[in-house]
């Protein structure tokens, strides 16, 4: 019997265990959010009543219409933001300040995000900037602006530059060829982006907590504040809701990314 | 592309992040060094006494005396994201070696499964820790459901600490060890088992230096935001062991000593930095031999 050389011992079972490990958690909190008890580990039956507690709590809804909004109008300035940087830095190679654009763009993604929050708290009382929201979507659209511009780059490096060439042979002006011709080529970039922008602004936390005031209290926020007051199975039904938003989301993301990846 | 566009095409992501980032950090440098506030917040100026806090206590007398409570916090901070590191090394490098061996298929599915956690929302990944590892939890159930003595108190300590980062950040190791791993021709592990080389110099003189660049990649993208972790220590660690993330945001928060928080962010983003700056060396450098 020949055994392959390339494969070790222990290492299926090891791949298996670490998989249930990664989804055990999220198994739990699904598990649990069912429970008719009080006491979140003691199971005594199903029911749905805790997702019907979770909808009536205004509470909540606030907090979400706050995280909507912060994340909907953050994701919308920074997918633009994060557009117009990647056409910039992926056609003009010659550019000067090339290398410098593109680590200041991507400078969120390598700093710690506890130094940025105390950086724009810092900021925002000394200019006076009271506008709880305000202060969010500045913040948010920094932070997710580099969720959004790697996969615009991407795109925008895989795609060849024969058809926009194309277009301007016929006379088309540079921005009716970037309408007609690499903004549809490029779009499922810029939605996995968005999408991605959208999740991180969704689900952050340590900045939107510095931040919290002038009634601008995100989910994520809100979330925290009830799990201080101790685990109840409304916070496990929420997180539920929360767990399937986030992996609709994902799986989208991934589906657009697979496409793009697989038509270029 | 026109000129005008080349200038103008950059400038909402130059104003945006001198405005969010790059401004807002010089002042925080400023405050580090500010004096503070009377009540809260804090007076311009150039004091050092928040950097001489983090060495040294006054006395009654205005005598100083040394004193390890906040390079403790500091310590801690190293220790756990390094901790936190090394685990995620050695569960990525076997997981994301089984992975690559898989069909294409399989290899598509098992990264979206890698992947698909990170994408819920680190709150709710943190508070399920909390499920499971708090009082009358999961484990305890388990462990006691196997004949395992009353125990209790797995929460609030180093290990849930840990458990915690690792979980929130393992994805950001796999994806680049798969990459690395992903490439290594099976050709050269053939090569060394017909030079009688075993399955374990294959892996040593084979595999982990292939796979090192994956593990370089990745070992940064876990341990930089594990030494800004705060929700970790907040909710696992119980908000009694500190650490650096949770140590700035308290200054900010309850304790208002602004200027004490802006000098350890500082130093926290001196740490953060001599890292990327290490790691950018390290590449000029293997691209220098390669060359």
Redesign the interface.
Known sequence: MSQNIRTYPGLRPLSILFFLWLYLPIGVVVFYSFNDNRLVSVWTGFSTKWYAAALENEALMGALEISLTVALISTLCATLIALLAAIVLTRATDMKFRRVSETVVNLPLLLPEIVLAVAVLILFSQIGLTNGLLKLVLAHTAFCTPFAFLPIRARLQGMSLDFEEAARDLYAAPFTAFRLVTLPMILPGVFAGAMTAFVMSMDDFITSNLLNSGGATTLPVYIFSLIRQGTTPELNAISTLLIAASLLLATLVLILNARAMRRS | ??RT??FW??V???A??L???????L??AG?SVAERGAYG?FDWGFDITSYRQILFTEGWTDELEFDPKYLAIIARTLIFAGAATAICVL?AL??A???A?QSARLK?V?L??????F???????V??????L?N???LE?VYRLFGGADISGFLFTPGAMITGMV?SY?PLMILPVYASVEKID?AL??AS?DLYGG?WT??RRVILPLAAPGLTAGSILVF??S??T??EPM?LGGGKQLMM?TL??TQ??GARN?PF??AI?MV??TL?VIV?LLNARRATRQAEVAL
């Open positions: 592309m026109s566009f080349r095409g950059l909402p992501a130059w945006l992040m405005l969010t980032l790059i401004v807002p950090i002042i925080v405050v917040g569960l076997p997981v070696y089984y992975i061996q598509i098992l979206y499964l890698v992947t698909l956690p994408w819920v929302s680190m709150i709710v990944r508070y399920a820790w909390l499920i499971i708090g009358d939890g999961l159930r979980y393992i099976p592990i053939e088992h399955r294959a892996l930089v935001p030494l800004g705060v929700l909710l993330g700035i945001q900010f928060g602004w928080g802006a962010a926290l983003l953060v990327l």
